[in-house]
């Protein structure tokens, strides 16, 4: 679950932003971010905003890879997480959504682009193709995410999408009819985080 509403952070554009569009066989030209993780002094040398880029390209190639301990990594520990399925969700919480959903993950694919950061914030807009498994129905979610930087990581991240076109497409017929009432949002944001308990609890 995931979205549409565009308010890119104005900053500095990525290296990276051709080509357009990244997939697992893109190739971004930047720098190595590989080497992002294991926070090398290269790493420490960029430029802010470059560092930022950097951080970002590394959180969706570790999405792509459904890596969800490398996405977690990004995060400070105090991380803030929102987006209209769990609504907020804080530290060690926005990391298990991250496991629940790569755990759980059918069909998938992830393209990212747009890029952009500043000092402390940043911006990107990423597309995830999934098949949503209570309905057997496959998801093309657009989504636009902000971030807040603190100390060379990401301590807010905000993602914007549609509900009601995610509900569409998740849900079919109930989702087009009822997707942009307060009831299946309710139940949407239930549904998502009762999920993450008893994952959670599994563990």
Same mark, same amino acid.
């Given at each position: 679950?995931?979205?549409?509403? !565009?308010?890119?952070?104005?900053?500095?554009?990525? !290296?990276?932003?051709?080509?357009?569009?990244?997939?697992?066989?893109?190739?971004?030209?930047?720098?190595?971010?590989?080497?992002?993780?294991?926070? $090398?002094?290269?790493?420490?040398? *960029?430029?802010?905003?470059?560092?930022?880029?950097?951080?970002?390209?590394?959180?969706? !190639?570790?999405?792509?890879? *459904? /890596?969800?301990?490398?996405?977690?990594?990004?995060? $400070?520990? /105090? %991380? *803030?997480?929102?987006?209209? #399925?769990? @609504?907020?969700?804080?530290?060690?919480?926005?990391?298990?959504?991250?496991?629940?959903?790569?755990? !759980?993950?059918?069909?998938?694919?992830?393209?990212?682009?747009? %890029?952009?950061?500043?000092? $402390?914030?940043?911006? #990107?807009?990423?597309?995830?193709?999934?098949?949503?498994?209570? $309905?057997?129905?496959? %998801?093309?979610?657009?989504?636009?995410?902000?971030?807040?930087?603190?100390?060379?990581?990401?301590?807010?991240?905000?993602?914007?999408?549609?509900?009601?076109?995610?509900?569409?497409?998740?849900?079919?017929?109930? @989702?087009?009819?009822? @997707?942009?009432?307060?009831?299946?949002?309710?139940? %949407?944001?239930?549904?998502?985080?009762?999920?993450?308990?008893?994952?959670?609890? @599994?563990?």
């Amino acid at each position: 679950v995931l979205g549409l509403l !565009r308010s890119p952070a104005r900053g500095k554009p990525a !290296r990276h932003d051709k080509p357009a569009r990244h997939d697992r066989s893109a190739r971004h030209g930047a720098l190595d971010t590989g080497t992002v993780l294991g926070l $090398t002094p290269y790493f420490w040398k *960029l430029p802010m905003s470059d560092a930022h880029n950097a951080l970002i390209v590394e959180f969706y !190639r570790a999405f792509e890879r *459904l /890596d969800a301990e490398a996405m977690s990594a990004c995060y $400070t520990d /105090d %991380v *803030l997480f929102s987006d209209p #399925a769990f @609504g907020d969700l804080r530290g060690r919480d926005a990391g298990d959504m991250w496991r629940m959903l790569t755990t !759980r993950a059918k069909d998938f694919s992830l393209t990212f682009d747009q %890029v952009r950061s500043d000092d $402390t914030t940043g911006s #990107a807009h990423w597309v995830a193709t999934y098949l949503f498994s209570q $309905t057997g129905n496959t %998801v093309v979610n657009d989504i636009q995410a902000r971030f807040v930087f603190r100390d060379g990581k990401i301590c807010e991240h905000h993602d914007h999408f549609d509900l009601w076109r995610w509900s569409r497409q998740a849900l079919g017929a109930k @989702g087009l009819l009822l @997707g942009w009432t307060p009831l299946v949002r309710n139940a %949407v944001r239930a549904q998502a985080l009762k999920g993450l308990k008893a994952f959670q609890a @599994g563990r």
